[in-house]
């Protein structure tokens, strides 16, 4: 199972990526663990500067911006395997 962390303090940018990751699950017919995670200090744990974050199987994918729906869809793609 793909394993993903949006990381942000619930602003309308973090928020944002979470539809869109949402969005591409659906579309790519995934099935993924998805987290918001919005307390500050467990979001510094992860060593994000800068938030929006996306973490994809425990690889910090994206940081400080919001990704397209393209390159949200290629890294779960790649999370995915062979079969996606």
């Known amino acids: 199972m793909i394993e993903i962390r949006i990381l ?5 940018r973090c928020h944002e990526v979470e539809k869109r990751t949402l969005n591409a699950l659906a579309e790519l017919n995934l099935t993924a ?6 307390d500050l200090k467990k979001i510094a744990e992860f060593k ?3 938030t ?4 994809i199987n425990g ?4 940081s400080g911006r919001i990704p397209s729906m393209e390159e949200i869809k290629h890294w779960l793609r790649s999370a995915a395997g062979p079969l996606a």
């Open 8 to 12: 942000g303090p619930g602003c309308p």
């Open 48 to 50: 994000i500067f800068s």
């Open 59 to 62: 690889q910090v994918v994206c």
């Open 33 to 38: 663990d998805v987290q918001k995670i919005t």
């Open 52 to 55: 929006p974050a996306l973490i």
